[in-house]
T-cell receptor, first 112, second 110 residues
């Protein structure tokens, strides 16, 4: 799996959009970008994934640059409950039997 | 929705005890994983299994064993619990690239 780089921490005002960046310059053509988050004292939770097109679901949007070397997870209207560590992980789609490797992620603090 | 259920949320055990942590998933996933999480060290893989009766060591298997007798259940065993195994233990299952995690078991060994 390609290596990813994320800022260690970010703050966001409640109600504003939270934009979490991730660099993955060594990503290969068939690798997907996955995002998970971990709220304190809970297990990680899947958020979204994408290959090259922008993706949106009920939780977030994922914007992947055209060269696929970086991406941004967008939480459009952050709430206090979005305070968590966010992990960006690059891996092949059909790699369910390959363990997920977590980096240090970005600690997002949503401030009232 | 896929559910991964860990048998206990909090557990306190004595040093030297044999400890069983149970994990059950309800979506027929082939792959299951055990991680532990400690402050400053992040999530570390202990063992994983990609089929019934199959197991593979992760990054930190020492002091642990696992059992996968049925597809839906993956057990983590601490043969002789020690204080350095005090941690949050997380189970996960997957079919393809996406994982579903349980809520975790916070184990304290005294």
């Amino acid at each position: 799996d390609a290596k990813t780089t994320q800022p260690p921490s970010m703050d966001c005002a409640e109600g504003r959009a939270a934009n979490l960046p991730c660099n993955h310059s060594t990503i290969s053509g068939n690798e997907y970008v996955y995002w998970y988050r971990q709220i304190h004292s809970q297990g990680p939770q899947y958020i979204i994934h994408g290959l090259k097109n922008n993706e949106t679901n009920e939780m977030a949007s994922l914007i992947i640059t055209e060269d696929r070397k970086s991406s941004t997870l967008i939480l459009p209207h952050a709430t206090l409950r979005d305070t968590a560590v966010y992990y960006c992980i690059v891996r092949f789609r059909n790699s369910g039997n390959t363990p997920l490797v977590f980096g240090k992620g970005t600690r997002l603090s949503v401030i009232a | 929705d896929v559910k991964v259920t860990q048998s206990s949320r909090y557990l306190v055990k004595r040093t030297g005890e044999k400890v069983f942590l149970e994990c059950v998933q309800d979506m027929d996933h082939e792959n299951m994983f055990w991680y532990r999480q400690d402050p400053g060290l992040g999530l570390r893989l202990i063992y994983f299994s990609y089929d019934v009766k199959m197991k593979e060591k992760g990054d930190i298997p020492e002091g642990y064993s696992v059992s996968r007798e049925k597809k839906e259940r993956f057990s983590l065993i601490l043969e002789s619990a020690s204080t350095n195994q005090t941690s949050m233990y997380l189970c996960a299952s997957s079919l393809d690239g996406g994982y579903t995690f349980g809520s975790g078991t916070r184990l304290t060994v005294v």
